[in-house]
């Protein structure tokens, strides 16, 4: 089994920054995906930003430019540097592992990033 712990988050004024950090653990040797993903309310969850084993990107078009994702592989760990933080931020975001090894996917419990206007 893995599990997938998450911390930051918060609120913030529109054009400040907010940073996200999440840890695996268990079960989480072999070829993996790491990365966020949010949910605002009343719409349905979307990708924020991934990254491969290999150290390849994918970025929401909405984010890109803003947001920057790290991962130390040897900690299992995932960082999502957010800045310039827009309203339309405002969701609850997930940290999410994909196991190419168990076919399965797996998700954090969700912290809340608040961007007031």
């Known amino acids: 089994q893995v599990q997938l712990v998450e911390s930051g988050g918060g609120t913030v004024q529109a054009g400040g920054s907010l940073s996200l950090s999440c840890v695996a653990s268990?079960?989480?040797?072999?070829?993996?995906?790491m990365g966020w993903h949010r949910q605002a309310p009343g719409k349905e969850r979307e990708l924020v930003a991934i990254?491969?084993?290999?150290?390849?990107?994918e970025y929401a078009d909405s984010v890109k430019g803003r947001f920057t994702l790290s991962r130390d592989n040897n900690k299992n760990t995932v960082d999502l540097q957010m800045n310039s933080l827009k309203p339309e931020d405002t969701a609850v975001y997930y940290c999410?592992?994909?196991?190419?090894?168990?076919?399965?996917?797996?998700w954090g419990q969700g912290t809340q990033v608040t961007v007031s206007s």
């Open positions: 268990g079960s989480v040797s072999g070829i993996h995906v």
């Open positions: 990254i491969r084993s290999g150290g390849s990107l």
């Open positions: 999410y592992l994909y196991s190419w090894s168990r076919g399965s996917a797996y």
